[in-house]
């Protein structure tokens, strides 16, 4: 499980940029019902994991666990912001400029700080329970979106974490224009997802 998203990374530098639209049915996260499933429960030694999520003030952050390479972590989260590009910039994020027709990209700000656990020495995957949404529904992944905007941290670059360090790492996801409101979702894993929403104009 630990980073999971080295190989995309890694094959970023060689792969032109390409959507990779998730399904996007139903509006509502498979957690819901994964949370209450027997295998979860089983799976989980906390009882509080089911109880965890819901919706968050701006500002406001949520504590949650990540099994981590050396084991686990409590981190406090919180989406500090979203940014969504226009359609111009985003037609010229991909390879084909069609296939961000009517769409724009959201770039989720997250900062995670080091709350309790051992200290990592080698990448973090607390930034794995991140999903952006827009009107109820799960953005498309941006496969190969470079997250070096300013204020983004590459997690893999963070080789030292501690108890009281915090950093913020960014996701970015394609959404469709004109969205009228977006939201940076975190959770643990099978875990409710916490949900800080930002109304657009």
Known sequence: ???????????????????????????????DTDAKSPATTEASPSPSE???????????????????????????????KVDVSTEAEAAKTVADAADAKGKVLATAYVKYTHKSGPA???????????????????????????EDAPGC?????????????????????????????VEAHWSEEDGEPYVWKFPQK
């Open 120 to 146: 990592l020495t080698e990448g973090s995957d607390v930034h794995d329970g991140t999903t952006v949404f827009a009107d109820g529904q799960r953005g498309g992944v941006l496969v190969g979106a470079s």
């Open 50 to 80: 089911a109880a965890s999520g819901g919706d968050m003030a701006t500002g406001e952050s949520a504590t949650g666990k990540v099994a981590e390479d050396p084991g686990e972590v409590t981190y406090d989260v919180v989406a500090q």
């Open 1 to 31: 499980m630990p980073h999971r998203k080295t190989a995309l990374r890694l094959a970023a530098p060689v792969a032109v940029l390409a959507l990779a639209l998730t399904a996007c049915g139903g509006g509502d996260e498979k957690s």
């Open 153 to 181: 941290e590459d997690p893999y670059d963070v080789e030292s974490w501690k108890q009281g360090e915090s950093h913020v790492f960014c996701e970015t996801y394609v959404i469709p224009a004109g969205a009228k409101s």
